[in-house]
């Protein structure tokens, strides 16, 4: 079994790493593997404490029955763009990309599998997460490529490893961010004290550089489009939380569960107002850039219209501002 490591898990101890790709398998069963001389990475054995890199190609060998794979289901999949190397599809909030933390069924990988079969999808993210190359968060919509072939996987993880990869969000943040465009570059690390958390207060978290500007000003919120240099985990829900703006909606970095606007309280969204609006890219093969634009979600889009409509904001304002995203 070969995994290859993304920029998202760097940093990670091997034995960590393992058991997040592998949930079946144990830590104890794990370092039973090491120990065994079963788990080699980029050819050589490691001790669990070793903290993986970008790029990285983890192998093992487990001389019992591999775990299952993960079954196909008939879920609907908004394809952007497709051909016999890669695919781009619009995630849609709700959604976990792979099998994990208990959750089985419902994938982005189920549907993949459903639509391509495990013969049309790159293996060398295993039998639960064959052809990820990325992920966004369960309650994160928007644009994801993935690989079809070994070949797509392999170049693809290579650019998304040296920054090639241009992604660009849209996010609605709780709170007006001062002036019209900046950089955010605090590094991001595990909270320590809840472990479902990033943090950006801790000396020893990792780089991370997110770019933003303004495209519209609310009483009390701020559309945004943010471009990511890096790609921690919960890097932009982590870095305007920092900034005391979290996004709309995501209540475990502060956002509250119903926002208040022109003062009448919102029903709750329900999702995270953060959307993958855009993915550019060279094709893995023929190296030609690829630029795939993934639409704002209805419910996006009938929100910020509602939260205009009580802050009395002219509609042509929402209208200027929604017609990139639409």
């Given at each position: ?49 070793h ?13 019992e ?42 994938t ?69 961010m ?17 472990r ?12 991370a ?5 303004k ?112």
């Amino acid at each position: 079994m070969e995994f290859i490591v993304t920029a998202e898990d760097a940093g990670q101890r091997l034995d960590v790493y393992l058991v997040a790709q592998l949930p079946e398998l144990s830590r104890s069963r794990i370092k039973g593997l090491m120990d065994e001389g079963r788990i080699e990475v980029d050819g050589r054995a490691r001790k669990a404490s070793h903290h993986v890199e970008p790029g990285e190609v983890v192998r093992l060998e487990i001389p019992e029955l591999a775990p299952p794979g993960v079954e196909p289901e008939p879920i609907p999949l908004d394809v952007l763009y497709e051909d016999t190397d890669i695919a781009v599809v619009n995630k849609p909030a709700g959604m976990i990309v792979h099998p994990g933390a208990g959750v089985r069924s419902g994938t982005l990988v189920a549907a993949l599998l459903y639509r391509y079969g495990v013969e049309g999808l790159s293996s060398i993210g295993g039998p639960l997460r064959p052809a990820i190359v990325h992920r966004l968060d369960k309650e994160t919509s928007g644009a994801m490529v993935v690989a079809r072939t070994d070949a797509a996987h392999r170049s693809l993880v290579e650019d998304f490893r040296d920054r090639l990869v241009e992604k660009t969000y849209v996010a609605l943040l709780h709170g007006e961010m001062k002036g019209n465009a900046g950089t955010v570059d605090l590094p991001v690390a595990r909270d320590l004290r809840r472990r479902s958390r990033m943090t950006a207060r801790r000396r020893e978290g990792r780089e991370a550089r997110t770019d933003w500007r303004k495209r519209l000003r609310l009483p009390g919120f701020s559309l945004i489009e943010a471009r990511l240099h890096t790609g921690r985990t919960h890097q932009i829900r982590v870095h305007f939380s920092a900034l005391g703006c979290p996004v709309v909606g995501d209540t475990l970095y502060g956002a509250p569960r119903q926002e208040r606007a022109g003062g009448q309280l919102l029903p709750p969204l329900g999702r995270n107002f953060l959307q993958a609006a855009r993915l550019a890219f060279a094709h893995p093969r023929t190296k030609k850039r690829i630029e795939i634009r993934a639409p704002l979600p209805p419910e996006l889009a009938v929100y910020l219209r509602t939260i205009g409509c009580a802050t009395k904001t002219e509609d042509a304002l929402i209208d200027a501002a929604l017609k990139e995203f639409l």
